[in-house]
């Protein structure tokens, strides 16, 4: 399994944007599609968003359509969550995750294989 390292977490007021970013060590995953989850005390882990290996299709929860943007950028391997217009109720470790080789952008967690360690967000109000 590849290993996944995220950046860019921190504590944040409401309204103000933060970019995570994550990478793999040890494997390259630029045929492979790529999500972002997160997981809030208290919540079920949730889908944030997702994109496809060639990065021509994404996929968004409702709560974060408009405010978050998924991007990768496959010739330094690394996948960004740009968030932006961030609410408390965005407060969560965020986490990165790698799927199956040659797929589509999946919001469903049971099509990812390999998962980071996280990256704390706060978002004060």
């Given at each position: ?36 989850f ?17 990065g021509?299709?994404?996929?968004y ?15 330094k ?17 965020y986490?990165?995750?790698v ?27």
């Amino acid at each position: 399994q590849v290993q996944l390292v995220e950046s860019g977490g921190g504590l944040v007021q409401a309204g103000g944007s933060l970019r995570l970013s994550c990478a793999p060590s040890g494997r390259t995953f630029t045929k492979y599609p790529l999500g972002w989850f997160r997981l809030a005390p208290g919540k079920e882990r949730e889908p944030v968003a997702a994109i496809s290996w060639h990065g021509a299709n994404t996929e968004y929860t409702d709560s974060v359509k408009g405010r978050f943007t998924i991007s990768r950028d496959n010739v330094k391997d690394t996948v960004y969550l740009q968030m932006n217009s961030l609410k408390p109720e965005d407060t969560a470790t965020y986490y990165c995750a790698v799927g199956r080789k040659y797929y589509d952008a999946s919001l469903d967690s049971t099509d990812y294989e390999s998962w980071g360690q996280g990256t704390q967000v706060t978002v004060s109000s």
